[in-house]
């Protein structure tokens, strides 16, 4: 099994085929290794994961952003750049569609991190959301965080705040 994340879709593999498995919501839950357990949400998957004061939940998401276009030399810029469409030479191959794309993407983590809090979950994808969900801590979970360097965007890093929070 492979989970993709930019796409949200689980895939598989049978008899050397590949597959995607469909229809989420008739899967009560999917547990790799017996290490690793996928529930589901929305038309995808979240990773339930066990921490030592409770349960997080994360939804692994990756996007593509535009950071410019190819420009001389194969180097990145932000400047306007125009390429020749070849197309209209009487050239049509699905690489030549590629090659006539200047915009270059990188892929960026955005992730979203749960947490299941009076019977329903609380969506968290920045510090900002964290101290709405406990805000008399405030001050304790804002030092934990410069104490510590947590970055959201670091996986492990939000994992280890959310576990500090819920033993609070």
């Known amino acids: 099994m492979n989970y993709d994340a930019v ?3 689980m895939y598989f593999m049978d008899q050397g085929n590949l597959m995607e ?4 919501a ?6 790799w290794a017996g290490k ?5 949400f929305g038309k995808g998957f979240i ?6 004061n409770g349960t997080a939940f ?6 593509n952003v ?3 276009a190819t420009g001389a030399m194969g180097a990145v810029t932000q400047a306007k750049v125009e390429t020749i469409n070849i197309r209209s030479m009487g050239v049509f191959s699905a690489e030549s569609n590629r090659m006539n794309s200047a915009d270059v993407y990188q892929q960026k983590n955005a992730n979203e991190y749960y947490l299941y809090v009076d019977g329903k979950f609380s969506k968290i994808t920045s510090k900002k959301h964290v101290l709405k969900l406990y805000p008399e801590y405030k001050a304790e979970i804002e030092g934990y965080i410069d104490e510590n360097k947590i970055q959201m ?3 492990l890093s939000v994992l280890e705040l959310l576990n500090f929070c819920m033993g609070l």
Request: hydrophobic share 40%; glycine share 2%; aromatic share 6%.
């Open 7 to 9: 796409n949200d879709k």
């Open 21 to 24: 498995l469909t229809n989420a």
């Open 26 to 31: 008739l899967v009560d839950s999917i547990v």
């Open 36 to 40: 690793r357990t996928f529930i589901p």
């Open 47 to 52: 990773e339930k994961v066990m921490l030592q």
């Open 58 to 63: 994360v939804h692994w998401r990756i996007k």
């Open 66 to 68: 535009n950071v410019g």
């Open 153 to 155: 965007t670091e996986p």
